[in-house]
């Protein structure tokens, strides 16, 4: 397959104006408007100069990744004086579209003034209305000093339907996330907008569509523009856009396309030495895309329909999916198809009825077909990479492939740590971590896990992995509570211990229901671990949630008598967007001993 055609420098369509002294663009959603990470420059500043072979740029505004809209940039440095004076003396006219819920009924217009801090993670917060009252622009606003800034939006409303509006917004100042964060604070959050508690959407619903401002050389007023988005179009049409997705091709494939610029910097990281070629390109509500995952493996794509749990207990074939979204075999064709039009070479195909506690023959031809379901096959042991580590994994022989992507950030972490250290990799499924452990120069590793066989195909990857086998790196075909009762009267300890368990598992020989046995769990892996040792525990139970999660490690700390020095929770991969208004499904926590 061709990378460089699934994830261009530039498309030329996002040109929207270009008169050699200024260009404009029509910036997609998720495509960054900040100054580049210089080992993967995925900005939109870099991207188009790579289009336009190396021509100058003068940047002078940003936008959000999540906000689509113009982008105004000289094309020769003497059109930057009047670019710059213009944006910060607030003379150019900036106009944006929003799609918000709650926008108060017969208010068809409203001037917002807030007085904006930043807030944790990169947010804003307004200020407390009586100690900001009647903020001006560019007043001094006291002790809190230079950091409180004051944001002013002018909002008329287009459009309407129930709780549903369509805004035109007038930013009369232009304060990080200001939109959002005064939207949010009238009590009518833009929709999709995760961070400020939005409701759920395709997408981010803000797009910045017009700008007035002074030609930099002729000293003409000129309006730029960019056209409303279909899905803010959209917004106000019957039914719920997110299911709608499915049975609109041309709203399926602008997703798909969402969903692939997003991971820009994934898709065209596959050479040198932090090489990554699989990843997530689909992560179901996070990418507007209910029940739908799409995974990349090397140039090779794997779907998966979830089911909605109302699927009998002995599904028939195609009833698995139950009466939820995949139910008809027409709609499951339409993305089948569009996956197959991104450009991989081929696609597989996993359907996975939601309970996972119900026991399926996860080999069933009609779950989990063995040759994929458009395109050409993959090689039975594919290679591929992760931040330069190499595994195998099989994508046509049952429902996992042997590696899960969601612990891309952890395993880098593990590798980050392993220095000299000995390692106890507990449910090590096909020893992803003790791969990335090896490689991070772990002193020995120990990888424990009930089934013989993942443990065989866990040698095979630190063999690919240029790993040599001796005692180093011992494998345990073992129950892991029988395992961690040995070990600890052994004697046996651990400077890092990793566990991430499935949500529910029976062996011969004992059951753990994550819900109710992961403190005990976690306390005696906490018992292993030497003075300053860690412990990853990671859980993608839906039942616990990341508070809980915490919680069950400190009650696991105590249980252990062993006092924690830190509890990190670790933040969800990028690949793994979270929805608005929703958790994200790996939790994953390092936790330090004293
Ligand atoms: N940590 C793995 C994924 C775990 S998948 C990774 O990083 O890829 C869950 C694994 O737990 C399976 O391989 C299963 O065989 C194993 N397992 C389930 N119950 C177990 C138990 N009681 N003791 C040891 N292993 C168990």
């Not at 990378?3 to 104006?17: G, M, S, T, Y």
């Not at 395993?411 to 971590?433: D, K, S």
Request: contains cysteine; charged residues 25%.
């Amino acid at each position: 397959m061709d990378r460089r055609a699934v994830w261009p420098d530039f498309r030329p369509e996002w040109i929207l104006h270009d008169d050699g002294d200024v260009i404009v663009v029509d910036k997609p959603v998720g495509v960054s408007s900040q100054a580049a990470d210089p080992e993967r420059p995925d900005d939109v500043v870099t991207r188009l100069r790579a289009h336009l072979n190396g021509a100058y740029l003068g940047m002078h505004q940003r936008l959000d990744r999540d906000t689509s809209g113009l982008l105004v940039f000289a094309r020769r440095k003497e059109a930057n004086a009047s670019l710059a004076a213009q944006f910060e003396g607030r003379s150019v006219k900036k106009g944006y579209l929003a799609g918000v819920t709650g926008w108060p009924k017969g208010k068809s217009e409203a001037t917002l003034t807030d007085a904006l801090l930043p807030d944790q993670d990169g947010t804003m917060r307004v200020v407390d209305g009586r100690s900001a009252a009647r903020p001006q622009p560019g007043q001094d606003l006291g002790r809190r000093g230079s950091k409180v800034k004051v944001a002013v939006t002018k909002v008329k409303v287009v459009g309407r339907r129930g709780d549903r509006a369509l805004l035109e917004l007038d930013l009369e100042t232009g304060r990080t996330h200001q939109a959002r964060v005064q939207l949010a604070h009238a009590r009518s959050p833009i929709a999709g907008d995760a961070l400020y508690g939005g409701a759920p959407a395709p997408r981010l619903m803000l797009h910045a569509s017009s700008l007035g401002m002074k030609h930099p050389i002729t000293g003409k007023a000129v309006v730029f523009s960019a056209p409303a988005p279909a899905e803010l179009e959209a917004w106000l049409e019957k039914g719920d856009p997110l299911e709608r997705v499915y049975d609109d091709p041309p709203a399926l494939a602008r997703a798909l396309a969402r969903a692939l610029e997003r991971r820009w910097v994934l898709g065209r990281g596959d050479s040198g030495p932090r090489a990554t070629t699989a990843f997530r390109l689909v992560n179901e509500e996070g990418d507007g895309l209910p029940r739908l995952a799409v995974d990349v493996y090397g140039d090779w794509l794997v779907a998966q329909f979830y089911g909605d749990g109302t699927s009998p207990a002995t599904p028939e074939r195609g009833q698995h999916l139950g009466a939820g979204p995949w139910a008809e075999k027409a709609r499951r064709d339409r993305v089948l198809d569009a996956l197959a039009a991104l450009g991989f070479d081929g696609v597989y195909l996993k359907v996975r009825p939601r309970q996972s506690n119900v026991l399926v023959d996860t080999r069933r031809e009609d779950l989990a077909p063995a040759l994929p379901v458009r395109g050409a096959p993959a090689p039975a042991q594919l290679p591929i990479l992760e931040e330069g580590a190499p595994f195998l994994v099989r994508l046509g022989d049952g429902l996992s492939t042997g590696l899960f992507l969601d612990q891309r950030a952890n395993r880098r972490r593990v590798r980050e740590l392993a220095q000299g250290a000995a390692v106890a990799n507990l449910f090590a499924y096909t020893c992803g971590f003790t791969v990335a452990a090896a490689l991070g120069g772990a002193k020995r590793t120990v990888s424990v896990d009930a089934s013989a066989a993942a443990l065989e195909r866990g040698r095979e990857n630190l063999v690919h992995a240029g790993i040599s086998l001796g005692p180093d790196h011992a494998f345990a075909a073992d129950d892991a509570f029988g395992w961690l009762a040995r070990a600890a009267r052994r004697g046996d300890r651990f400077d890092l211990v990793i566990l991430d368990p499935p949500s529910y598992s029976s062996t011969k020989s004992r059951r753990f229901v994550a819900d109710t046995d992961y403190a005990d769990l976690a306390a005696q892996a906490l018992a292993l671990l030497n003075p300053g040792g860690r412990l990853l525990a990671c859980t993608n139970h839906r039942g616990i949630s990341p508070s809980r999660f915490r919680r069950i490690l400190f009650d696991a700390g105590r249980a252990a008598a062993c006092e924690l020095s830190q509890v990190k929770d670790l933040p969800e991969p990028a690949d793994y967007p979270v929805p608005s208004g929703g958790e994200p499904h790996m939790k994953a926590a390092l936790v330090t001993r004293v």
